[in-house]
Nanobody
Framework: QVHLQESGPGLVKPSQTLSLTCTVS??????????WSWIRQPPGKGLEWMGA???????YYSPSLKNRTSISRDTSKNQFILRLSSVTPEDTAMYYCAREGSYSDYDFKDYWGKGTLVTVSS
């Protein structure tokens, strides 16, 4: 079974960079035709797709976060990494990584990490 696990600091200071790593087991992040996504959920709000890195290394970002978001990967470790710069308290959220794909016009996320809470506070 595919397993994803988020890791990184749970507390980040305002203006600094949030960095999280998703470690994947049971599947290669380079396998056609999946994408590896970051999604977050602020307290009391819905899920927000942040971006993804595809099996080929192509990167996609949410327009609302593009200027602050960087996604990369380490294929030797089967990991992909999220960096969100210039964070504010509004970036406090549960952060998830997930495997993403598509079928016809349907986009799906079939495997999720359990999430990690990141709090932005002084």
């Amino acid at each position: 079974q595919v397993h994803l696990q988020e890791s990184g600091p749970g507390l980040v200071k305002p203006s600094q960079t949030l960095s999280l790593t998703c470690t994947v087991s049971g599947a290669s992040i380079t396998t056609n035709y999946y994408y590896w996504s970051w999604i977050r959920q602020p307290p009391g709000k819905g899920l927000e797709w942040m971006g993804a890195i595809g099996y080929s290394g192509r990167i996609y970002y949410s327009p609302s976060l593009k200027n602050r978001t960087s996604i990369s990967r380490d294929t030797s470790k089967n990991q992909f990494i999220l960096r969100l710069s210039s964070v504010t308290p509004e970036d406090t959220a549960m952060y998830y990584c997930a495997r993403e794909g598509s079928y016809s016009d349907y986009d799906f996320k079939d495997y999720w990490g359990k999430g990690t809470l990141v709090t932005v506070s002084s």
